[in-house]
């Protein structure tokens, strides 16, 4: 099997703690070279997703099925493989003199695959269907949005609630046609991207093939795509294996289980899972910077990453993706370093002055020890390991960890109630990358800032991050975040899990997938004839 890395790749963000992740041997790899062919039109690609609730991609909640989605409708927006926001659908928008109000006009000549013209009236067609539904994916898209109506056939004002970084970003949702859609909410897909819906069998399968009403760059080399409908996603590996599908993407570290087949090539690239080790400011000891800094260097995440994920993931000092446009390069990073670690503590105060391995401080008269109780869930192999580790590499520079390994609702309930010290766990990070919720000290009262950190300083590039309208002023913003977030160490931050686009190597060409879009770069995969 073959590695290659690419790492070109509202606001509910989900603990990963309730994820389980078995550890795979260590597996034996080969590494096989293939003389890509020149690409040539033709051929077929075999994929699945779990049986969709619905076929409109605005109802939608199965994540197999709306990555298959973006092959067949388009957004007026999306992110890139850096996270920033480019047009599609929308030609270009302006504020009205800096205000809240947003005018888009849309691309001229765009057409839905059965050749009827794309126009506003598709666009508030789309917002309305969001806004009626009760439970849609992209609800929190409309959070902001406080009125939206038509100019002219080609162009549409929204007005937010405020003015603010991401406006833009929230129109990142499926486009679909009204003519289709205001007749059945359930229709078959009709969309303006690069692949149209040829055939359908309910709840079986749905076969793709090249949209000749697409207005992109260049025509895909892949003639047909077939997709498979399957009531199980743990189903999907078994039917790669046995060479049903010819591809997988994967999360977490799980494409190592095939690393003995040889026609295979695995495509990592850097996902919005963030691992990091929570703590509670109600307790005195992480207060102190010193000390957060000490744990930063104190535990050796390389080491975890190596030895509990295979490699696959990324450490970084800050919760900022490491393929972001807003991600500073030149930031200073943290090293596992024992002898840094133990002269913040020595420069704090602490010491073992009773030799019973444990340091601790005087305070106001008070004896202030190192020790404090790390939680995580026992659902996931993974961090019950990956909690041992860190108990060891703290307790070598003189803390002590009590472990408590308990089931997710525990957890859970010990973050809302605020009755935790430290706890090793994650979150899946929107695209958006505003980290208000979790580090403002305005949301703390909602429980999203579980933490209850605060500091002004970060309150205020916070604000300045969420407010920046232009690019240029939001790149300097986050910059000035990031290095106030490693000189603070508001979370022990440990690392960015990365994934695999699994592939048949009868796929070649440019085969980049991300974390936004696996099949960004399909229009340049192709299958050489000698494969159909």
């Known amino acids: 099997m073959k590695y290659k890395r690419f790492l070109p790749v509202l606001m509910m963000l989900v603990l990963l703690a309730l994820v389980s992740c078995e550890e795979p041997a260590v597996p034996k790899i080969t590494e096989i070279t293939i003389e890509n062919e020149e690409p040539v039109e033709g051929g077929t690609i075999n994929i699945s997703s779990v049986e969709p609730g619905s076929l409109n ?50 691309k001229d000549d765009v057409f839905w695959s059965d050749g009827e013209s794309f126009t506003a009236d598709d666009v508030k067609f789309s917002l309305d269907t969001i806004k009626a539904s009760k439970d849609s994916i992209y609800k929190d898209n409309l959070e902001h949005i406080y009125s939206y109506k038509i100019k002219d056939d080609s162009t549409i004002e929204i007005t937010f609630d405020q003015p603010f970084a991401t406006a833009i970003d929230m129109l990142s949702f499926p486009i679909i046609p009204q003519h289709i859609y205001k007749k059945n909410p359930d229709a078959v897909p009709v969309g303006t991207g690069m692949f149209k819906v040829s055939q359908y069998n309910k709840l079986k399968s749905m076969e793709l093939v090249f949209n000749d009403k697409w207005k992109g760059e260049s025509k895909p080399y892949i003639e047909k795509i077939n997709i498979t409908f399957i009531n199980d996603v743990e189903a999907f590996p078994i039917a790669f294996q046995s060479k049903e599908l010819d591809l997988l993407n994967t999360t977490s570290y799980d494409w190592e289980k095939y690393s003995e087949m040889k026609d295979v090539s695995a495509y990592k690239y850097t996902t919005m899972y963030y691992d990091f080790i929570g703590l509670n400011y109600n307790n005195a000891i992480f207060q102190d910077k010193a000390v957060r800094k000490a744990m930063i260097q104190g535990i050796n995440r390389k080491s975890i990453v190596d030895k509990y994920l295979l490699g696959n993931a990324v450490v970084t000092d800050v919760p900022i993706n490491p393929v972001s446009w807003l991600r500073d390069p030149e930031l200073e990073k943290y090293g596992y370093s024992r002898s840094e670690a133990q002269y913040f503590l020595k420069a704090a105060g602490f010491t073992d002055s009773n030799n019973d391995g444990i340091l601790e401080r005087k305070v106001e008269g008070a004896t202030q020890e190192l020790r404090f109780t790390l939680i995580t869930n026992n659902e996931n192999e993974f961090r019950r390991k990956a909690a041992e580790e860190i108990k060891n590499n703290l307790e070598d520079i003189g803390f002590r960890v009590d472990l408590k390994i308990t089931g997710f609702d525990d957890v859970k309930a010990a973050i809302e109630g605020g009755k935790f010290d430290a706890v090793l766990t994650g979150y899946n990070l929107s695209n958006t990358q505003d980290l208000s919720f979790a580090f403002h000290s305005t949301q703390i009262k909602s429980g999203k800032n579980f933490m209850s950190y605060s500091n002004p300083d970060i309150d205020m590039l916070l604000h300045q991050a969420y407010t920046a309208l232009d690019d240029s002023k939001r790149k300097e913003a986050y910059i000035n975040l990031q290095k106030s977030f490693r000189e603070e160490v508001p979370c022990i931050s440990l690392f960015f899990r990365e994934a695999a686009l699994v592939v048949r190597d009868k796929i070649q060409g440019e085969i980049k997938p991300d974390a936004v879009n696996p099949f960004r770069s399909i229009s340049r995969w192709f299958i050489p004839e000698s494969k159909w």
Request: aromatic share 10%; with cysteine.
């Open 57 to 106: 991609p605005l109802l939608n909640k199965s994540k197999s099925y709306n990555e298959i989605a973006k092959l067949i409708f388009q957004s007026l927006v999306e992110y890139d493989e850096s996270l920033k926001i480019t047009p599609v659908l929308a030609q270009d928008w302006s504020f009205v003199d800096g205000s809240n109000k947003c005018v888009i006009k849309l």
